[in-house]
């Protein structure tokens, strides 16, 4: 996965809604938190990982993806955000041992972040291990995250 490339692709979308929607001098950042805790969130509610009371299994994998992507463009935005795009996408993960403690995990450093890049790449890391904990390869991720961007931006075209 070329990271660099996802977070120019994800600066140019950012840009364009910037200025589109004329917010060019206001500090966004806790929005943009709230925005990935609040996919993080779509992502676990489609996973069904923390649902012990319900029997019914988690949603398809297409659509555990697409929500896994919308994470991970909030999670770029906010790595732009903070100047910290100088990262490195792991080979190996050392995820939690069940999904909803690496939930916890995501939301918990998410919560944490600041202008330290130490900080930041544990919450990519960790969001990563998300990944691979849910089964997609890097390729998988990539590809995804390059479709639902086209999207985003026909979203943008469409006064969304």
């Known amino acids: 996965m070329d ?54 299994s988690s949603s398809e994998r297409a659509v555990i993806l697409e929500e896994y992507v919308d994470g991970l463009h ?27 403690e690496q939930f916890l995990d995501i939301i918990h450093l998410s919560q944490r972040l600041e202008h330290n890049p130490q900080l930041f790449q544990a919450f990519l890391n960790s969001f990563f291990a998300l990944g691979a904990k849910l089964g997609f ?12 961007n086209k999207v985003n931006h026909e979203r943008q075209d469409n006064g969304y």
């Open 3 to 56: 990271i660099q490339t996802l977070f120019a692709i994800q600066k140019q979308l950012n840009d364009r809604i910037i200025e589109e929607h004329h917010l060019a001098n206001q500090d966004l950042f806790k929005e943009k938190l709230l925005a990935f805790i609040v996919e993080i969130g779509e992502l676990a509610n489609e996973t069904r990982c923390f649902k012990y009371w319900s029997r019914k």
């Open 74 to 100: 909030f999670a770029l935005t906010l790595g732009l955000t903070l100047e910290t795009t100088s990262v490195i996408v792991p080979d190996k993960h050392e995820p939690k041992e069940t999904l909803t």
């Open 137 to 148: 390869t890097y390729e998988e991720i990539e590809g995804a995250y390059l479709e639902k």
